[in-house]
């Protein structure tokens, strides 16, 4: 049996329709391969559908410069990405390259990150992110009166922010115009590579492909194993709350706080080790709420209207695993955090990679082989 | 579209976009909004679009109104007082 799909198979079956795989199978179908991709249904935990929506480069990379210059790569190609998604599916993502802040809520936390952004400065010279004072500040975001506790943040003009619902929903528009299938319902049970193909069993039937890339997100580890793929992860839960929608104020987005394009404030963001459990609470919403309204005060005297809690998909060290199967040739993982940011190096350098067969001494650095070798003293 | 009810002797008189009109006690501020004739009581903040009062029971939010100058209330959650001053939500509202 098979899910009646292509006659003569697939190129490539993407494990993973959410912002990582359908970013990935996007590339690949941009390259001319037939390609399908598996996704669960509407219930799925789905990092895609819970995250902030941050384009956003001045807090990656700490330990891996590999993994800064990947992420600003990803940065730069946003633009030009956006704008092809948008104009092949006419869906807007509402992306705006607007820089992103840090906000420093007295001086200790100014020198603590003005710290921080020196030590990443020091590991690539490509990371362009300055301490600014309050006064620079309030000049850069005139519309928002800060609290008396804002002494500063931290600017990188390379950050920015778009919709990831409307992201979601334009790469798999772009995938059905790209002729690639795109089967929901239809999560992955089991994987087998037999004769040099793999063969992907679903609900739907089976899915047969000469190439296969996993983006499972935390379902990676599960099939990860029958392929001799890596999948060292880790879950962390992120909450966030949702206000009613204001007049826009705040075009420039920031670690805990960005106003979407329809005036909606959204607050973040915290991390709890609550293993699957994606549900919210009070004492952390309260927590995250009040240093909101100590940034912005005027924060306070709006409405929440809905609340939401996710889990963060990560590896050990928080930065990206791609790997290709020693025993298996031809299959691929991607696990990462940044789904969102990294969606346009994703489409472009890593499909590229995937589509010519190897990933290439570039990615070499984000291999799962990192975290066998003991660290030096 | 719809037919006023018969005015209650104990009616109460509310302010919508500054004219006075009578309402049954109990009645909800998006309802005083329609029984005073609003063909729409609020513009989209995302379209622009007029809108009007739709499920009259707190989930679509349709309704958001200027109460006593306290903006974006659900009118259809928010019982009507004598002397209430109702206005139209023009888009999203100030911070």
Redesign the interface.
């Known amino acids: 049996m098979n899910a009646g799909t292509r006659a003569g198979g697939y190129d490539f079956v993407v494990v993973g329709g959410g912002v990582v795989g359908s970013s990935i199978a996007f590339g690949l179908a941009e390259r001319g391969r037939r390609v399908a991709v598996l996704d669960e249904g509407d219930r799925a935990q789905r990092a895609a559908r819970t995250n902030f929506g941050l384009v956003w480069v001045q807090s990656k990379g700490d330990g891996m410069p590999a993994y800064m210059r990947w992420t600003r790569r990803s940065a730069d190609l946003w633009p030009a990405f956006a704008q092809r998604l948008e104009s092949l599916t006419g869906v807007g993502i509402e992306y705006r390259k607007a820089g992103g802040l840090v906000y420093c809520l007295g001086p200790v936390e100014f020198d603590a990150r003005r710290e921080k952004v020196e030590q990443l400065r020091a590991q690539a010279d490509i990371y362009g992110t300055e301490m600014i004072e309050r006064a620079a500040l309030e000049r850069l975001v005139p519309g928002a009166r800060f609290g008396p506790d804002v002494v500063g943040a931290s600017h990188c003009p390379n950050d920015g922010h778009c919709n990831p619902l409307l992201l979601l929903k334009a790469l798999h528009a772009a995938l059905a115009i790209h002729g690639a299938h795109y089967l929901p319902d239809a999560p992955a049970r089991n994987i087998v590579h037999r004769e040099g193909r793999f063969v992907v069993d679903t609900p739907r039937g089976s899915i047969e492909a000469g190439r296969l890339v996993l983006a499972a997100g935390h379902g990676t580890p599960a099939l990860a194993d029958a392929i001799d793929l890596p999948a060292p992860m880790k879950a962390e839960r992120g909450q966030i709350l949702v206000t ?6 705040l075009p420039i987005p920031g670690s805990g706080i960005r106003q979407t394009q ?2 909606t404030f959204l607050i973040g963001s915290s991390k709890e080790k609550t293993g699957f459990d994606d549900s919210t609470t009070v004492a952390v919403g309260g927590r995250m709420a009040a240093r909101a309204i100590r940034i ?1 005060p ?2 306070g ?3 929440l ?1 809905r609340t939401w809690g996710g889990i963060r998909v990560l590896t050990p060290d928080n930065h990206p695993v791609y790997a290709e199967s020693a025993r298996c040739p031809g299959a691929f993982v991607a696990i990462c955090h940044s789904g969102i940011t990294l969606a346009a190096v994703h489409a472009a350098d890593l499909a590229e990679a995937i589509s010519g067969g190897a990933l290439g001494p570039t990615l070499e650095a984000f291999h799962a082989r990192r975290f066998h070798v003991p660290k030096a003293a | 579209m719809f037919r006023k009810p018969p005015e209650a002797p104990d009616a109460v008189l509310v302010e919508v976009e500054g004219r006075p009109v009578r309402v049954p006690p109990g009645a909800s501020a998006a309802a005083a909004a329609l029984i005073a004739g609003l063909a729409s009581t609020r513009t989209s903040p995302v379209t622009g679009e007029p809108r009007a009062p739709y499920c009259m029971m707190g989930v679509c939010f349709e309704c958001l109104l200027v109460i006593d100058d306290e903006p974006s209330q659900q009118g259809c959650m928010v019982t009507v007082r004598p002397g209430m001053r109702i206005r139209r939500q023009e888009g999203a509202r100030e911070l």
């Open positions: 009613e929608r204001c007049r826009p104020i329809d005036g912005l005027e924060l005297g709006i409405r209207t």
